[in-house]
T-cell receptor, first 114, second 114 residues
């Protein structure tokens, strides 16, 4: 079974631009979560989608948004990029939404904002 | 609010020796606890989880963890370390009495010396 895939793997953007990241979950997984990983803040939860609905949201500004499609694929968008948005963005899928389900992570998208 | 602490930024151990990576948590309800491992330039990989039942949980690659409710700990252990175990290890908690949003520790870098 193929793992979680994320595209693109690397991205360089300029401050003020917007960016869209894509995630394809493991086949059969219906929950997709997004995380931001930085050396200073560690791994921080952005949001979770399940059956095309946002189930949970972390403490990030409204510039960060996401969506999920009927095939469970998910996209994350960041508008008006700031230098502090430079990070590794990880997507994780799980079979369903709930506290007991382990997550399977993709390799991440490395975003650099200049 | 839930929290996770990994008190050691780095753990050094000789190959063949037992290893322990420490994790303590704080939740309002009952905890669901997870360990993940991250290799360089990769996403996180699921190792094991505690949901309920036996306090000693066995996972991938010979790792195990012991849930201790009185000490609110969930330490990761392995009887005999391998050089290939060198990686970044994350403990995570989800609170069954809360929003199910996972909280991750800051990570512990495990270095196994030949």
């Amino acid at each position: 079974k193929a793992g979680v895939t994320q595209t693109p793997r690397y991205l360089i953007k300029t401050r003020g631009q917007q960016v869209t990241l894509s995630c394809s979950p493991i086949s059969g997984h219906r929950s997709v979560s997004w995380y931001q990983q930085t050396p200073g803040q560690g791994l921080q939860f952005l949001f979770e989608y399940f059956s095309e609905t946002q189930r949970n949201k972390g403490n990030f500004p409204g510039r960060f948004s996401g969506r999920q499609f009927s095939n469970s694929r998910s996209e994350m968008n960041v508008s008006t990029l700031e230098l502090g948005d430079s990070a590794l963005y990880l997507c994780a899928s799980s079979f369903a939404s709930g506290a007991s389900y382990e997550q399977y992570f993709g390799p991440g998208t490395r975003l650099t904002v200049t | 609010a839930q929290s996770v602490a990994q008190p050691e930024d780095q753990v050094n151990v000789a190959e063949g020796n037992p290893l322990t990576v420490k994790c303590t948590y704080s939740v309002s309800g009952n905890p669901y606890l997870f360990w993940y491992v991250q290799y360089p330039n990769r996403g996180l990989q699921f190792l094991l989880k505690y949901i309920t039942g036996d306090n000693l949980v066995k996972g991938s690659y010979g790792f195990e963890a012991e849930f201790n409710k009185s000490q609110t700990s969930f330490h990761l252990k392995k009887p005999s370390a391998l050089v290939s175990d060198s990686a970044l290890y994350f403990c995570a908690v989800r609170d069954t009495g809360g929003s199910y949003i996972p909280t991750f520790g800051r990570g512990t870098s495990l270095i196994v010396h030949p």
